[in-house]
């Protein structure tokens, strides 16, 4: 069999990414006792494997290769960032340089999608000093690349600088840029830049749009999102299934549950099929309204599309079912799913807390141990939870020692909240006042409103006083603290102290929201 032959059949399962033909070529090259040393064919050998994400076969290879050529180091060095292994992508790198092998373009553009995998811009800056000294500044995608690793690495300012500086830009250059503003949330920059964009005679691509749009449905601008939505199909580009994704769940998050499920309806006549991350992202919509019909739909729909029950979905459906009230529902769903994963347990169990089964989300902690399934930080603020509206102070305390001396579990704000909280409700309130006066500055919202509910429900007004300076003097978004603090002084008379915390929350802007009733 000929050398020529052997190239194209390996560039043919490169193409394909077809693993099982690359090694009976490679046996076909051993047993034949064909020179691999010939360079093309090393190469074409090292990608075929490093192509089909066999990287130790690959590397194998590719030490086996007396003078490798840059074709078959940047397949090591692509294979290993693709893989997630980047600080061995940029060993490979270095070894390139020691044997004096000059890099191309794809070189640098692998090497820096490395950097971005470790966060690293000093390594990032020193790339970019040999692009300039190389010439490479002049390769758009090469500089493309450098501009996707300062955006992600946090230097948008620089980012931006080089963008602006470009001879040529390509529609993969504005996309960048316009992605690397809207994940940091600089909407108006996106948007800006989308606009100037189309002026220029480009023409955005479906991934242009879906950062422009995704920007916006994920920073809670959802009207602005359907909008661009609605735009972009006008303009004849399908949305892909990571736009329907970005615009679903963006609304789902923002309680804007009817329009959620109403775009899911019209991504099922209209759209991709919906993965995983589709059904996660839609069923908080059918949580916060309530609907359990919609919800039970979209569990049937999983299962007739056989998309597979990922964590992500597992723990996504049983809030869903918890928030809509069947319990029962929630616990098929975690019966029917390998416990192997906490988040299946950790949902389980606030499911159980949030509806005052304390006993029984005290049992399945106690059997989570049994199990050996180990408990994190959502762990203990779901059971902690659970004990505070049960009131079982003891089981509570016994279980927050249990976390601090045996697990090792990280304190944290949400655990002290619980605390101050279960303290609160039992009258145990000179306690919670030492826990939170011995807080300093790591006093948040949540654990004031705890606090501040104890002593509303004990007519503990003193003690509440006790603190009302330090909660005037903290920058709090929420109105609870700031009502509940108001409510506690009215009772007592003392409509000075009243009128001074309502002063306060209208020079914050702070706005208690009315109530709202749904029924489905």
Known sequence: MGQMLLLNLLHSCIKSKVLKPAKQIHTQLLATGIEIE????????VGAYAGC???????KVFESIQKASVFAWNWMISASAFQGDCENALKYFCRMQKAEVFPNKFTFSYVLKACVGLMDI?????????????????????MNSLIDMYSKCGELEIARKLFDEMRYKDVTSWTLMICGYSHKGELEKSLKLFKQMKLQGFVPN??????????????????KAFELFREMKAEGINPDLV???????????NHQSEVALMLFRDMLVLGPHPNSVTIAGLLPACGFTGSLRAGKAIHGLIHRK?????????TALIDM????????????VFNQTPKGNVAAWNAMIGCYGKHGMVAAAIKLFERMQEENVQANQVTFTSILSACSHGGLVEKGLEIFLHMKEKCRVGLSQEHLACMIDILGRSGRLTEAYQLVKGMGEEVNESIIGAFLN????????DLAKGLAEDILGMDLKNAGGFVTLSNICAANGEWELVENVRELMKKKRVHKKAGSSWID
């Open 243 to 253: 736009t329907w994704n970005s615009v679903i769940s963006g609304f789902a998050r």
């Open 53 to 59: 994400g066999d990287v130790s076969s690959a590397a």
């Open 206 to 223: 479906e991934f242009t749009w879906n950062a422009v749009i995704t920007g916006f449905a994920q920073n809670e601008y959802c009207d």
């Open 122 to 142: 000093r390594k990032g800056r020193e790339l970019h000093c040999m692009i300039n000294k190389t010439g490479f500044d002049l390769e758009v995608s090469v």
């Open 38 to 45: 010939f360079e093309s064919l090393s190469s074409k050998l």
């Open 321 to 332: 079912y918890s928030k809509g009230g069947s319990v029962n529902y929630a616990l098929n």
């Open 454 to 461: 104890g002593c509303r429900i004990h007519g503990r007004s």
């Open 306 to 314: 056989k998309l597979g029950m990922d964590i992500f979905m597992v």
